[in-house]
């Protein structure tokens, strides 16, 4: 049961996250609190629209509002977003792995490139 | 050790490496900036004696590496096994090749990745987007298991926050 109530919560944090307005508004949530009317200006947006994207975040547990008497402003909660983090561990190392070895061999090559003086171009559709 | 190191709101605007994000129910997008030319990196994707050398991280060649670089043409990469046999097999085929921009491969009519190339100076982002067929297949990608032998430990595990446009 637990696990599903993870998983359910997992949904929400992806749905929330699935926006890129939403992912703004984090990344700038993660450099400071923010109020609805200091959101509203970066992104060009009117209030309803700001306060229906921070009721989303706020649902999947990534914004809280902080009680300060009018100001309101929003804080960000990483938690969940580590939540969302270990998840996805697996897939990340599986292409990090994979990245970091095509990296390596890349270097390689470039580097026997150099070594063998060969003025090859890497330009499409050239085969030699 | 106070903890608070992954926590730390103002470390998730720190990427790692690698960027993944989940812009759809049914995609996952993996991005990653190389330090090489565009078409060197489009070829080390594209060319069997390429793909052979670094598809798997442990540094020993494919088994089998072979690449029908066409449109409808089949891929089969295969990884070595511990005992010197087969290993895990890769497998699919091209869709689209439009070299040194544009790969699309896919192991069935829904899945599928799109893996584009953009010159940054003098280096090369590659932008894999991975379309699944549901959204339980999406989540069961994300989840998947690595084979305990190659899921060695990074020192780095970058906070998760999705790309910033």
């Avoid at chain 1, 700001?50 to 009018?70: F, M, N, P, T, W």
């Avoid at chain 1, 969302?84 to 270097?107: G, M, T």
Wanted: charged share 30%.
């Amino acid at each position: 049961m637990a696990m599903d109530r993870r998983a359910d919560h997992l949904s929400l944090v992806f749905a929330a996250l699935a926006d890129s307005t939403r992912r703004e508004i984090l990344s700038r949530l993660a450099s400071g609190d923010a109020d609805v009317s200091e959101l509203m200006k970066p992104f060009d947006l009117r209030q309803p629209t700001i306060s229906k994207h921070l009721s989303v975040l706020e649902r999947a547990g990534l914004v809280v509002r902080k009680r300060d008497a009018q100001r309101r402003p929003r804080t960000l909660v990483a938690v969940p977003l580590r939540d969302v983090d270990d998840w996805i561990a697996p897939f990340r190392r599986f292409w990090e792995q994979k990245f970091a070895s095509l990296d390596k061999y890349l270097n390689e090559m470039q580097n026997e490139e150099k070594t063998h003086g060969r003025k090859r171009r890497y330009r499409s559709g050239t085969t030699e | 050790m106070d903890g608070r190191g992954d926590t730390d709101p103002a470390r998730l605007s720190n990427f790692g490496p690698i960027t993944i994000t989940t812009p759809g129910d049914r995609q996952i997008v993996v991005a990653r900036l190389f330090d090489a030319p565009r078409a060197l990196v489009f070829e080390a994707w594209t060319k069997a004696e390429h793909v052979a050398r670094w598809w798997d991280p442990s540094g020993v060649p494919l088994a089998v590496c072979e690449i029908d670089l066409r449109p409808g043409g089949a891929f089969r990469w295969v990884n070595r096994s511990p005992d010197g046999g087969e290993g895990h097999a890769f497998c699919g085929t091209y869709r689209e090749i439009s070299p040194p921009a544009r790969l699309v491969f896919g192991s069935s009519p829904e899945q599928f990745a799109t893996l584009v190339f953009t010159e940054e100076g003098n280096r090369t982002k590659l932008t894999m987007t991975i379309e699944c067929a549901s959204r339980q297949e999406r989540d069961a990608m994300l989840q998947m298991r690595v084979d305990a032998g190659t899921a060695q430990t990074l020192e780095n595990l970058a906070a998760y926050l999705p790309t910033i446009a």
